[in-house]
């Protein structure tokens, strides 16, 4: 009785594997090659790295010591914290929507200078006694090509508007300590409450002084 021996296609010698596995990783290598690609850095802010913000950072603290101001005036702490946190040459604006400036009574304001802050920020507590200022979402941006930093959050005012100024709001007498010439107010007997939504951005320099202070009310909530 005679064998014959069947030779399989799946069967090779070693020397044809070690040609295949070495061909393998020769395109393999090539591969890896072609796909790392140096990308140039991108020079839109949008895309660009923030940076990290130790959670002790003194910057993290500003939005509460502003929301402690707002509903706790007090005119000594206001210019504690303006003349220790601002810069001198500080430019604050106040920008509110058509829809409250239809109120006749608030308007978009900008002023410059730490003392003429504290005379503005005087006004609107005068007229309403009750001022709820509250702090919904805080965030703190940095930027690898930005010198300074910032402060966003998302804020609300709500209270009780009971003293109208009869004179305009930016012409209402205010002295050097926050001091409000209450002359030039007047009660109202039917006091209206507002409800205000918006946002408070703080643009801070490399010393992390706040140079931009910007509040922008953009919604009327009734």
């Given at each position: 009785m005679h064998c014959r021996t069947i030779s399989s296609p799946f069967t090779s010698s070693s020397s044809t594997v070690s040609i295949?596995?070495?061909?393998y990783i020769e395109e393999n290598s090539r591969k890896k090659k072609r796909s790392r690609v140096t990308r140039r850095p991108s020079t839109n802010p949008a895309f660009l790295p923030s940076l990290r913000i130790l959670r002790r950072d003194v910057r993290r603290k500003y939005a509460d010591m502003i929301n402690n101001i707002f509903n706790n005036y007090d005119t000594k702490l206001v210019s504690e914290f303006c003349h220790t946190?601002?810069?001198?040459?500080?430019?604050?604006?106040?920008t509110v929507c058509q829809e409250i400036q239809s109120m006749s009574v608030f308007r978009s304001v900008y002023v410059q200078g730490v003392t003429s802050f504290t005379r503005r920020v005087a006004i609107p507590f005068y007229m309403i006694p009750d001022q709820i200022f509250?702090?919904?979402?805080?965030?703190?941006?940095?930027r690898s090509n930005e010198v300074g930093s910032r402060v966003v959050a998302k804020v609300s005012m709500r209270?009780?508007?009971l003293y109208l100024p009869q004179v305009p709001i930016n012409s209402v007498n205010v002295d050097d300590e926050g001091n409000v010439d209450q002359s030039q107010f007047e009660i109202q007997l039917n006091p209206e409450t507002i409800n205000f939504e918006g946002m408070c951005i703080m643009y801070l320099d490399e010393n992390h002084h706040i140079r931009v202070f910007e509040i922008v009310m953009d919604k009327y909530v009734k």
């Open positions: 295949t596995q070495s061909r946190f601002m810069s001198p040459d500080l430019h604050y604006s106040d509250c702090l919904h979402s805080v965030q703190v941006c940095k209270g009780t508007l």
